[in-house]
């Protein structure tokens, strides 16, 4: 009975991870082009490219918790977004080279390393967009924690077998795609789809509906 239950809450979190849901307002409103573009209006990303304007923006958010190395800037934002979002150095150096230049960030050396920091311009500025700097990393968390979900829905299916495990892939791909279709639909088709959804997690798990 024990190991029944846990089945039913795995199958749960497998089939809301495919799913997906939408987070308040949907992931990519109110943010400019290059974040908004790579996320398509949905919950899983298609890019994971912040603009420039928003990537100067998160590094002074990151700045206004304490100076930092430019390696460290690209660690914590990799931690923030739960492995979903790493910048490579191509993008954040010049960035905060930039906010050097325009004074927002300030930069001093200690030993081989530039260590940036915020300056009052840069806090003035990052206080007029603190809204959008924290949607931003909320945006990234929540899709950071939506992927850590997915990975530990499948962390325990085996597939040794390539062809097996693209198979697998491509349904999870494909009932993805159908729920994602099925966004708005009337009350009787939602019923629809849950039903079908209830019955095959039953046959996955061989057990009767």
């Not at 908004?36 to 919950?43: I, L, P, Q, V």
């Not at 660690?75 to 325009?102: C, H, N, Q, W």
């Not at 206080?127 to 997915?150: C, F, H, P, W, Y």
């Amino acid at each position: 009975m024990m190991n029944d239950h846990k089945h039913t809450r795995r199958m749960h979190h497998i089939l809301h991870a495919i799913g997906g849901h939408r987070g308040r307002g949907g992931f990519g409103r109110g943010f400019g082009p290059g974040f908004s573009r790579g996320f398509g209006g949905g919950d899983i990303p298609k890019g994971r490219k912040l603009s420039s304007e928003e990537l100067q923006l998160v590094l002074l958010a990151l700045l206004a918790e304490r100076p930092a190395h430019g390696y460290e800037l690209i660690r914590l934002l990799e931690e923030k977004s739960g492995g979903f979002y790493t910048p490579s150095p191509g993008m954040v150096y010049p960035a905060l080279t930039y906010l050097d230049e325009i004074g927002h960030a300030a930069v001093s050396q200690e030993g081989n390393r530039k260590l940036y920091s915020l300056t009052d311009d840069g806090r003035i500025y990052l206080e007029e967009n603190k809204d959008r700097a924290d949607q931003i990393l909320e945006t990234l968390a929540r899709i950071g924690s939506r992927m850590a979900e997915v990975r530990e829905a499948f962390s325990g299916v085996d597939a040794p077998d390539p062809k097996t495990a693209d198979a697998f892939h491509k349904a999870r791909v494909e009932l993805k795609q159908a729920l994602h279709s099925k966004r708005g639909c009337p009350p009787e088709e939602v019923q629809r789809i849950a039903d079908i959804l209830k019955k095959a997690a039953a046959d996955i798990l061989n057990k009767p509906v």
